[in-house]
């Protein structure tokens, strides 16, 4: 019988064990983080190019390239990168910045044909033997078919995944810079609603509210007073410099304004209900969201109708959402009518209603603009939601 060897067993089982191991710290760390170093090459490179999205936000300045550039050049891996506008170099980011002044007239070509282009040793040229850069490949960043600049990489010896790379960075830079040119088109039509919103604050409105201030200077002088401060907090905070969204607690706070006002001209002839849910008030909405609604409800629902008309407002937390309402017991109106004025295509003196839903689905999407329920001597509820939180949205102080 063969006798058994130990430091020979010991060794096989200590290796056996150290496989073992090996085995299973690969399975743990394949587990809980990357599966292969291509995963990990893949989250870094999409994590840069977050970084870098970041920057462009605000397009093609040279504060928003220099920032952007350092990010770009870590995915591309070249010596220095410089990223140019048609008429100067908005930032180099690297080594070999005294080649800054060649990046312009390289990408002469670019701007021209629209195509990317190595440059060789020819081309770059360079009187200090220490310095890398040799090369350079720009490819252009185009916005609606036109070349706004050119994103240019510096390297020592080009190559076919360089340049292809090149200009795959350069198409997402470009992505980029027109989603922020959306972006600043979306500010800008909502902006250009708003100013036809505020034309819009009915001049019928402000008649009837000094008319009604007016008949209680000698009657009422108190009340008098009280009125014309509400007048003037309302004409405020509707005509306001600021910027498009505030938060629902300021804009029933000029709901309640504006109400006061046409209860005086009213009288007994409006009751006004409000169930609103305290958790509902910090939400933000768009600015002068509410109140237009509110106003149609009264002049085109209520003003017509014989005898008292009764206005319910509710603001209701829905989860994720914030639901508001605006319900009456008036006159109501045709459906078709209203969907035509939802779409635009009615030149309609209705306050807002096609204004608000208009604003509405641009910052938050189709689903989120106004549902009416209405029919004709039936009244008229307009319901809209908004979430409770949404990216880059929020109140202006």
């Given amino acids: 019988m063969t006798g058994i060897h130990w ?21 743990r760390n394949r587990r809980r983080g990357f599966l292969s170093e291509v995963d990990r090459a893949t989250y870094a490179t999409l994590h840069t190019a977050s970084l870098a999205s970041q920057h462009l936000g605000d397009g093609l300045t040279p504060e928003a390239a220099e920032k952007a550039g350092r990010h770009l050049l870590s995915i591309l891996g070249a010596h220095a990168l410089s990223l140019s506008d048609p008429g100067s170099v908005l930032s180099w980011t690297g080594t070999g910045e005294h080649h800054a002044g060649l990046a312009l007239g390289l990408g002469d070509e670019t701007r021209r044909t629209g195509r990317t282009v190595v440059h060789g040793a020819s081309d770059v040229t360079c009187s200090d033997p220490n310095c ?13 078919d036109l070349v706004v600049g050119t994103l240019t990489a510096w390297t020592e010896h080009p190559s076919p995944g360089l340049a292809r790379a090149t200009e795959e960075v350069a198409a997402w830079v470009s992505s980029q810079l027109a989603l922020a040119e959306l972006a600043r088109t979306r500010t800008r039509v909502m902006e250009a609603e708003l100013r036809a919103l505020r034309a819009q604050i009915s001049p019928h409105f402000i008649y009837n509210s000094l008319a009604a201030i007016a008949s209680f200077v000698r009657t009422d002088p108190d009340r008098a007073r009280e009125l014309l401060i509400d007048f003037a907090d309302f004409t405020r905070y509707a005509l306001r410099s600021g910027g498009p969204f505030t938060t629902l607690a300021e804009e029933l706070r000029n709901v309640e304004r504006y109400l006061v006002l046409e209860q005086a001209r009213f009288g007994d002839r409006l009751e006004i209900s409000l169930l609103i849910a305290p958790e509902v008030l910090p939400v933000t909405v768009p600015y002068l969201a509410v109140q237009p609604l509110v106003e149609n409800a009264v002049r085109h629902g209520l003003a017509g109708k014989e005898g008292v008309g009764h206005l319910e407002i509710t603001a209701t937390d829905r989860g994720s959402d914030a639901e508001i309402s605006i319900e009456d017991d008036g006159v109501g109106a045709d459906p078709r009518r209203i969907r035509t004025i939802l779409d635009g295509a009615h030149a309609s003196d209705s306050v807002g209603l096609g204004n608000v839903d208009a604003r509405l689905r641009q910052v938050y999407g189709d689903e989120f603009g106004l549902v009416v329920e209405t029919a004709e ?8 939601r908004v979430p409770k939180f949404a990216p880059g949205i929020h109140a202006d102080a």
């Fill in 377 to 384: 001597g039936a009244g008229t509820k307009v319901t809209f």
């Fill in 7 to 27: 430091p020979t067993a010991v060794l096989v089982i200590g290796t056996g064990l150290l496989v073992w191991l090996a085995v299973w710290l690969l399975r």
């Fill in 132 to 144: 890398p850069i040799r090369s350079a490949v720009t490819a252009p960043l185009v916005m609606d």
